[in-house]
């Protein structure tokens, strides 16, 4: 298995709503940010694509007040937590926002913190352009954090650990910069867009949380691919270097740098 595809794989089996949960008022900010980019469609078709478990989704389709909404995603974890969220008007579905494809249907596309673990983002944004109808609106916001220190010790300890076969940070990987997106919307021909890079400061505890915080997310690719007694000294190890390199700060300011990118199309 290449690299890439040990974390796709990867990811399916280890999204976990319950941990990656643990920060949810802290996750959340971001997706009304982006939610609040979008400009008034009352009766809109949404599609929410990496939904989650769709408590975001459904509470996204309350506020904007749209007529039929689908959430995609992947990950049968968090699928299971989806039907509690569905109604008449709400619906969610299995399915790989790499290959997802629905032309001229939705008036709204959405995809907050899921674009950055699929590949190409040129070919899937023209792909979701394709997908809205005439005047529709395209909202995505992406992590653009892979050089901060918890990432960067976390891709180091992996290259120790598994050396060329470590599993990729898909952030360093697919997420661009953000005047990249902006050409690529250009280029695209949507009438209006802007793109945004938002740091968003999270005070925590301890610098300990933030290997809470990467549990939920990045540190996926790595338990996808070790034993539970393997994965727990993996986390340790970690865990003992983010404290070295941290100082073992109480409490800790954890800076997130954020993309949220907004495009209409005449
Ligand atoms: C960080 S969570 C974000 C969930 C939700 N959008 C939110 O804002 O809380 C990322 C979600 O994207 C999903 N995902 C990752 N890659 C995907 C893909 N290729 N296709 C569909 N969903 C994907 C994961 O299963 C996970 O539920």
């Not at 319950?18 to 920060?23: S, T």
């Given at each position: 298995?290449?690299?890439?595809?040990?974390?796709?794989?990867?990811r399916?089996?280890t999204?976990e709503p319950?941990?990656?949960?643990?920060?949810s008022?802290?996750?959340?900010e971001?997706?009304?940010?982006?939610a609040?980019l979008?400009e008034?469609?009352?009766?809109?078709r949404?599609?929410?694509?990496?939904?989650?478990?769709g408590?975001?989704t459904?509470?996204l389709?309350?506020?904007?007040?749209a007529?039929n909404t689908?959430?995609?995603?992947?990950a049968?974890?968090m699928?299971?937590?989806?039907a509690?969220?569905?109604?008449q008007?709400?619906?969610?579905?299995?399915?790989d926002?790499?290959e997802?494809s629905?032309?001229?249907?939705f008036?709204i596309?959405?995809?907050?913190?899921?674009?950055?673990?699929?590949?190409?983002?040129p070919?899937?944004?023209s792909?979701?352009?394709?997908?809205l109808?005439?005047?529709?609106?395209?909202a995505?916001q992406?992590?653009?954090n892979?050089?901060?220190?918890?990432?960067?010790?976390?891709s180091?300890?992996?290259s120790?650990?598994f050396?060329?076969?470590?599993p990729?940070d898909t952030?360093?990987?697919?997420?661009?910069?953000?005047?990249?997106y902006s050409?690529l919307?250009?280029?695209?021909?949507f009438?209006?867009?802007?793109v945004?890079?938002?740091?968003y400061g999270h005070?925590?505890?301890?610098?300990?949380?933030?290997v809470d915080w990467?549990?939920?997310?990045?540190?996926?690719?790595?338990?996808?691919?070790?034993d539970?007694?393997e994965?727990?000294?993996?986390?340790?190890?970690?865990?003992?270097?983010?404290?070295?390199?941290?100082d073992?700060?109480?409490?800790y300011?954890f800076?997130?740098k954020?993309i949220?990118?907004w495009a209409?199309l005449?």
């Open positions: 298995m290449t690299p890439e595809n040990t974390a796709a794989s990867g399916e089996k999204w319950a941990i990656y949960n643990q920060f008022s802290q996750r959340e971001p997706f009304w940010d982006l609040n979008l008034p469609a009352e009766g809109a949404l599609a929410d694509l990496g939904c989650g478990d408590r975001l459904a509470a389709h309350s506020y904007l007040r007529g689908l959430g995609i995603d992947s049968p974890g699928l299971a937590g989806t509690a969220f569905a109604n008007s709400v619906e969610f579905a299995r399915g926002i790499a997802w629905a032309p001229g249907s008036d596309i959405f995809a907050n913190a899921s674009l950055q673990w699929v590949a190409d983002h070919r899937v944004i792909s979701l352009k394709e997908s109808a005439p005047g529709g609106q395209l995505i992406v992590p653009s892979a050089d901060h220190v918890i990432y960067r010790l976390a180091q300890l992996g120790e650990w050396g060329d076969n470590s990729v952030v360093a990987l697919n997420v661009k910069k953000p005047e990249e050409e919307l250009e280029s695209l021909g009438a209006r867009h802007h945004r890079l938002v740091v005070r925590l505890s301890s610098a300990s949380q933030t990467v549990k939920g997310t990045t540190l996926n690719r790595f338990k996808a691919i070790l539970d007694a994965y727990e000294n993996f986390l340790q190890e970690y865990h003992r270097r983010v404290i070295k390199e941290l073992d700060q109480s409490p300011f800076t997130f954020r949220l990118m209409r005449p």
